[in-house]
């Protein structure tokens, strides 16, 4: 479960860090904003080093489907844009590649 988490609060920084500078770039929104992106940013990639796979690789393939996730949720939840039967089949294929990666049995 603390992979699930720590791939969800990434998922939260990374998404955060670029609406920032997407904010900052396409909307006009203060260089200011370039402040707390860049924080967030550097949080996120942190935080994936704390994730325990063994190799990075494999870590951030893994997250690749959670993030899929993560940036529906933000176009339903921040920009009111509700995922259409294709996005959510599509995130459901992620997820279950994700989990593959992650739980899948090693032989090294």
């Given at each position: ?8 609060a990434a998922a939260g920084l990374e998404i955060a860090g670029c609406f ?8 006009g929104a203060s260089h200011w904003w370039l402040v707390p992106g860049a ?70």
């Amino acid at each position: 479960m603390q992979i699930v988490a720590a791939y969800l609060a990434a998922a939260g920084l990374e998404i955060a860090g670029c609406f920032a500078v997407w904010a900052h770039v396409r909307k006009g929104a203060s260089h200011w904003w370039l402040v707390p992106g860049a924080v967030a940013l550097g949080a996120f990639a942190y935080l994936l080093t704390r994730v325990e796979i063994g190799a990075a690789g494999r870590t951030y393939a893994a997250y690749g489907g959670v993030y899929i996730a993560a940036s529906l949720a933000w176009l339903w939840v921040v920009e009111g844009v509700r995922p259409d039967r294709w996005d959510m089949f599509g995130t459901v294929v992620c997820l279950a590649g994700a989990a593959v990666i992650v739980f899948g049995p090693r032989t090294t």
